[in-house]
C-alpha cells in the first residue's frame, strides 16, 4: 500500500548546491532531513565500490588535470555508447581517492561548481558510514552490471561483499535499484532480504535485456503493461519510473497524471518511486517551466503536486531541503 508521505530520497545527495556523490554533497542531505540517500557504484581496477554516476569520470573529477593519469585516456562502448574519457575500472582505489569531485552540469549549476575539487572522491563504504552516523536510509543503484561483468567484474558479488562487510546487508533502511533487472535477479539468489527496484526510462530497454535476448528483449514500456507488472511483481518490490512516465503528457503537453500503472503496481504490491525532483527549468515539463534560463527555477511546486498526489512510495531529489519542505508537510 502507498505511504501516507514519499520516502525523500537525496539523489546523489544534494546535487543542486554541491557537486554530485561528494562528502559535502551527502551531508548536507542529511542535514536538511531526508530519509535516505542516494550513491550509484562502479568498481575500481583492484573491485573496490566507488561512488560516481558514471565509470567516466572525466566530467565528474578533476582527473583531466592530473599529468600522472594523462595516459589513461581511452575510448570505451559503455552500454551500447562510444565514450572518450577515463575509465574507473582502469584506476586503484588508491589512485581514484585522490581524485577531487566536480559539478556534471556547471552551465546550470555555478553555485555547484564553485565547490569544484573541495572533496575527495568516496567509496560506498564512506557513504555506507555517513549514512549509518546520519540515521538515514541507503537506496543504492548498480550501474553498468553488464558492462562490468565483461570487464570481469561480478557486480552482485561487489555490492554483498561490501555490504555484509558494513553491516548493511541486512539493515532496514536499505533499499536496490538499477534498470539491469538481471544484477537484482543475482542478488535475491544471492539472499538479499532488502526491496529490490527496478528502475524504468522512458523509452528503450535495459541493457543487460538486449545482449542477452537481442530484439525481443523486454522493453521498459512493456514492463508497465498490466503482463509486465505481474511479472515484476514475481523479481522485485518496487518500480521507479522517469517522472515523464507518471505525469504522462498528451501529444499537447497537458498532464494525465497519475499514469495508470501506478494504481497497477500497488494492487500487486510493488512499491512505486520516481526520479528526479529538480526546480530548475530545464528539467520541467514544458507546461511548468517559468520565466528566464534553463538554470531558472520554474513553477516545480506545480509539477511536484502532481507527483504528490500521485501516491507515490519514494521520490528522488536534487535540492533536498525543497523536497523535504514540499513533501514532508
Avoid at 1 to 28: C, D, F, K, T
Avoid at 78 to 90: A, N, R, Y
Avoid at 178 to 185: A, I, K
Avoid at 315 to 322: A, E, Q
Wanted: glycine fraction near 8%.
Amino acid at each position: 500500500m502507498p505511504v501516507e508521505r514519499p520516502l525523500i530520497i537525496g539523489h546523489r545527495g544534494a546535487p543542486g548546491y554541491l557537486p554530485e556523490h561528494s562528502r559535502s554533497s551527502y551531508e548536507r542531505a542529511i542535514a536538511a532531513g531526508v530519509d535516505a540517500i542516494e550513491p550509484d557504484v562502479v568498481p575500481s581496477r583492484d573491485g573496490v565500490l566507488i561512488v560516481r554516476h558514471e565509470n567516466e569520470i572525466g566530467s565528474t573529477t578533476d582527473v583531466l588535470t592530473r599529468a600522472e593519469f594523462a595516459d589513461r585516456r581511452r575510448e570505451a562502448l559503455v552500454d551500447g555508447e562510444l565514450l572518450d574519457g577515463w575509465f574507473t575500472e582502469d584506476f586503484t582505489w588508491a589512485e581514484l581517492r585522490t581524485l577531487r569531485c566536480r559539478e556534471r552540469i556547471p552551465a546550470l549549476r555555478p553555485a555547484s561548481a564553485a565547490h569544484d575539487d573541495e572533496d575527495s572522491v568516496l567509496s560506498l563504504r564512506d557513504v555506507l558510514d555517513l549514512a549509518r552516523a546520519g540515521g538515514v536510509g541507503v537506496v543504492l543503484e548498480i550501474k553498468h552490471a553488464a558492462f562490468f561483468a565483461r570487464a570481469g567484474f561480478d557486480m552482485a558479488a561487489l555490492v554483498e561483499r561490501e555490504l555484509r562487510d558494513a553491516a548493511w546487508w541486512d539493515d532496514p533502511g536499505l533499499v536496490i535499484e538499477s534498470f539491469e533487472p538481471l544484477v537484482l535477479q543475482r542478488l535475491r539468489e544471492r539472499g538479499i532480504q532488502a526491496p529490490l527496484v527496478q528502475l524504468i526510462e522512458a523509452e528503450g530497454a535495459p541493457w543487460d535485456l538486449r545482449e542477452r535476448d537481442g530484439a525481443d528483449a523486454a522493453s521498459y514500456a512493456s514492463m508497465l503493461t498490466p503482463a509486465g507488472l505481474d511479472v515484476l511483481a514475481r523479481e522485485v518490490d518496487g518500480i521507479s519510473p522517469d517522472k515523464r512516465l507518471i505525469l504522462a503528457p498528451d501529444a499537447a503537453g497537458v498532464v494525465r497524471a497519475p499514469a495508470p500503472f501506478v494504481a497497477g503496481a500497488h494492487e500487486r504490491g510493488l512499491r512505486v518511486f520516481t526520479w528526479t525532483c529538480r526546480p530548475e527549468n530545464a528539467f520541467l515539463l514544458p507546461v511548468f517551466q517559468g520565466t528566464g534560463g534553463p538554470a531558472e527555477f520554474g513553477g516545480y511546486e506545480r509539477e511536484w503536486a502532481v507527483l504528490r498526489d500521485s501516491a507515490l512510495d519514494g521520490v528522488f531529489v536534487d535540492h533536498p531541503d525543497l523536497g523535504v519542505a514540499f513533501f514532508g508537510a
